[in-house]
């Protein structure tokens, strides 16, 4: 059962460059998120989704786009990235929005340069 | 909005004693307190929850308690083993169109042998 699967586990990327963190879940959840974290800052939401085609702003949108074609795959894309983008993110799923566990993806560590 | 504080943020017991992490939520409306255990290198994963109808919840060596009234809650863990060390983050959700969950700051936990 895979669960939760994020693609790339690391990168660095030059200021400026662009990219997208892959994420695909296959428990058939309604509800996705990614989230950043930074030391010492615990998780902050950067967008989350309720469904194909349906996406919102979090905590930390800044620099960021999303997009939900399918209930499986929700990619997190960065444009121009910056040094402040620098953290570890997370994808997750569920099956209620925000009232039951959340199912974590192994995260990505991005270092921008 | 929500804000969750985390304390300690640093941990440290002799394996076989007991270890507490204590939060605290802004928001009274708050109805679901999750718990999160990471390991080092690894994803956040769900360890236990509480909803605001009940005062307390235990499984095995692992529970929580929440005071409704002092909007705090709190994860206990008893007869601490050296698996048990992880960073433990702790969440408050709020109900509404969006329930959002807002994290704590995360507790390093080193449980020493």
Same mark, same amino acid.
Do not use: M
């Given at each position: 059962n895979a669960g939760v699967t994020q693609?790339?586990?690391?990168?660095?990327?030059? $200021?400026?460059?662009s990219m997208t963190l892959q994420c695909t879940q296959d428990m058939n959840h309604n509800y996705m998120y990614w989230y950043r974290q930074d030391p010492g800052m615990g998780l902050k939401l950067i967008y989350y989704s309720v469904g194909a085609g349906i996406t919102d702003k979090g905590e930390v949108p800044n620099g960021y786009n999303v997009s939900r074609s399918t209930t499986e795959d929700f990619p997190l894309r960065l444009e121009l990235a910056a040094p402040s983008q620098t953290s570890v993110y997370f994808c997750a799923s569920s099956t209620v929005l925000g009232d039951t566990e959340a199912f974590f993806g192994q995260g990505t560590r991005l270092t921008v340069v | =909005?929500?804000?969750? *504080?985390?304390?300690?943020?640093? !941990?440290?017991?002799?394996? =076989?004693?007991? #270890?507490?992490?204590?939060?605290?939520?802004?928001?009274?409306?708050?109805?679901?307190?999750?718990?999160?255990?990471?390991?080092?290198?690894?994803?956040? %994963?769900?360890?236990?929850? $509480?909803?605001?109808?009940? =005062?307390?919840?235990?499984? %095995?060596r692992i529970a929580v308690? !929440?005071?409704?009234? #002092?909007?705090?809650?709190?994860?206990? $863990?008893? *007869?601490? %083993?050296?698996?048990?060390? #992880?960073?433990?983050f702790c969440a408050a959700s709020i109900p509404g169109g969006y329930q959002k969950v807002t994290f704590g700051t995360g507790t390093k936990l080193q449980v020493i042998p």
């Open positions: 693609t790339p586990k690391f990168r660095i990327l030059k $200021i400026g460059q | =909005g929500e804000n969750v *504080e985390q304390h300690p943020s640093t !941990l440290s017991v002799q394996e =076989g004693d007991s #270890a507490v992490i204590k939060c605290t939520y802004s928001d009274s409306a708050s109805n679901y307190f999750p718990w999160y255990k990471q390991e080092l290198g690894k994803r956040p %994963q769900l360890i236990i929850d $509480i909803r605001s109808n009940v =005062g307390e919840k235990k499984d %095995q308690t !929440l005071n409704k009234t #002092a909007k705090h809650f709190s994860l206990h $863990i008893t *007869e601490t %083993q050296p698996e048990d060390s #992880a960073v433990y």
